[in-house]
């Protein structure tokens, strides 16, 4: 069921630091990760992907890290802007689950200038 | 990348009135699509599967008879909230995959 009045984890973070997010992840069976920044109002964004092949990935000032031996996943945003304020969702996907994904619980992240 | 757009990205409507929803992929064509719904400062919750020239397939406890999903084309889908009411107020989202999952900018409603 829905939780009402639950509270977001939140990091903060100076600007210009670097930020690592995580999320553990439930299914052993997921093969496929994406991260997620959304904005106050607005639909999800995607960020970066890895598949379970892999344990790292590297984007434009992104890097996410996969770890299966304890179902773990962060996102490391370098050099933090202050556009870089949202809430940051992982989301796992399961080759016999289609394309649904499920969402982990975000995480609010804030630059402070 | 790939573009999902919904509309409208805001509606009210009067409690007991029925309300479509609208999801488009813009450049790409999408068999399936997916419908979520979001409470403030909570995470998304899948709603239902969309399936284009099928019936949708709904998550437990998801009422399909109010939650109406068309997918009559390979770039549309659009969900009808039937008969609303005030606790059906919330943030609707759809995505589509091309590559990756790519989301729509979300529909705001409010039932008054």
């Known amino acids: 069921g829905e939780s009402v009045g639950l509270h977001l984890p939140t990091l903060s973070v100076q600007e210009g630091d670097n930020s690592i997010i995580n999320c553990a992840y439930s299914n052993s069976a997921s093969d496929y990760f994406i991260w997620y920044k959304q904005e106050s109002g607005k639909g999800p964004q995607f960020i970066i992907d890895i598949r379970s092949n892999m344990d790292k990935r590297q984007g434009q000032r992104v890097t996410v890290l996969l770890n299966k031996t304890v179902k773990h996943l962060s996102l490391q945003i370098a050099a933090t802007q202050p556009g870089d304020s949202a809430v940051y969702f992982c989301a796992e996907n399961s080759a016999g689950g289609g394309n649904k994904l499920t969402f982990g619980t975000g995480t609010q992240l804030k630059v402070e200038l | 990348g790939a573009v999902v757009s919904q509309h409208p990205s805001r509606v009210i409507c009067k409690s007991g009135t029925s309300v479509k929803i609208e999801c488009r992929s813009l450049d790409f064509q999408a068999t399936t699509m997916f419908w979520y719904r979001q409470f403030p400062k909570q995470s998304l919750m899948l709603m239902a599967t969309?399936?284009?020239?099928?019936?949708?397939?709904?998550e437990q406890g998801v009422e399909k008879d109010k939650f109406l999903i068309n997918h009559a084309s390979l770039t549309l889908s659009t969900l009808t909230v039937t008969s609303a009411h005030p606790e059906d107020s919330s943030f609707y989202i759809c995505s589509a995959k091309e590559n990756t999952i790519y989301f729509g900018e979300g529909s705001w409603l409010t039932v008054v």
């Open positions: 969309s399936n284009e020239g099928s019936k949708a397939t709904y």
